[in-house]
């Protein structure tokens, strides 16, 4: 084998093993940009469910809060309509004490009216003379009397009137705060199928007494109920 063959055989091993290492680097340079591109996809779907979960988070988050602030709104119209039910009784039992002071007030000045007439009829009737001062006298005495007794009589009514409107006015105040007291703080404990059917039968479940658990009402106690009324 002379130089030149030599030479030839050398140069095709150098190039075949540049060949080799050109693919071999190749390959790896295509497997590590694979494992990059791999990573950066994994953290892409991490990060993707990360934000969708602090989503969700976020979403639960503000829907309790609405609920809180629905329940607070709630809260606060009940106890307005509370107060107002009570005022409202407390004014309608002083309009009803003071047409009874009125009523009273009013008698008791036609007595006072009465007494005054007559005491006039009494003083003219002694200024017409002897004879006639006896007569007239007992005339002034008997309409002082009867006007007095009128008058007695007339401010006894209107006390009693006034006496009958006003415990009348109490009392049903009281049955009114008593009710309103009974439904602000007593709830009536019912199961739902009971309520349902309480509302198709047109039942006050305010009047019926639960037999369940813990005296629930269920729907065999509607229905009875419904018998029995």
């Known amino acids: 084998?002379?130089?030149?063959?030599?030479?030839n055989i050398e140069q095709a091993t150098e190039q075949?093993?540049?060949s080799a290492r050109q693919s071999f680097q190749m390959l790896a340079d295509r497997t590590v940009a694979l494992q990059e591109s791999n990573l950066r996809l994994t953290q892409s779907f991490f990060q993707s469910w990360i934000e969708q979960v602090q989503n969700q988070t976020q979403g639960t988050?503000?829907?309790?809060?609405n609920l809180q602030e629905q329940g607070q709104r709630q809260r606060e119209a009940f106890e307005t309509l509370s107060q107002e039910a009570t005022n409202a009784y407390s004014e309608f039992l002083n309009s009803a004490l003071s047409?009874?002071?009125?009523?009273?007030?009013t008698a008791t000045q036609v007595a006072q009216q009465n007494m005054q007439q007559g005491a006039q009829a009494t003083q003219q009737g002694m200024q017409a003379?002897?004879?006639a001062a006896s007569q007239a006298g007992q005339q002034a005495m008997e309409a002082a009397n009867q006007a007095g007794q009128q008058g007695a009589q007339a401010i006894s009514e209107a006390g009693q009137q006034g006496a009958e409107a006003a415990n009348q006015s109490a009392q049903r105040t009281a049955r009114g705060a008593e009710q309103v007291g009974q439904a602000a703080g007593e709830e009536v404990r019912a199961t739902a199928a009971a309520r349902r059917r309480a509302e198709e039968m047109n039942v006050d479940l305010a009047e019926v007494e639960g037999t369940g658990q813990d005296g629930q009402i269920t729907v065999d106690?509607?229905?009875r109920s419904a018998q029995e009324g």
């Open 16 to 18: 075949l093993t540049d």
């Open 99 to 105: 047409f009874y002071q009125e009523a009273l007030s």
């Open 129 to 131: 003379g002897v004879q």
């Open 1 to 7: 084998m002379d130089q030149q063959q030599t030479q």
């Open 221 to 223: 106690d509607v229905r």
């Open 61 to 65: 988050r503000e829907a309790t809060q």
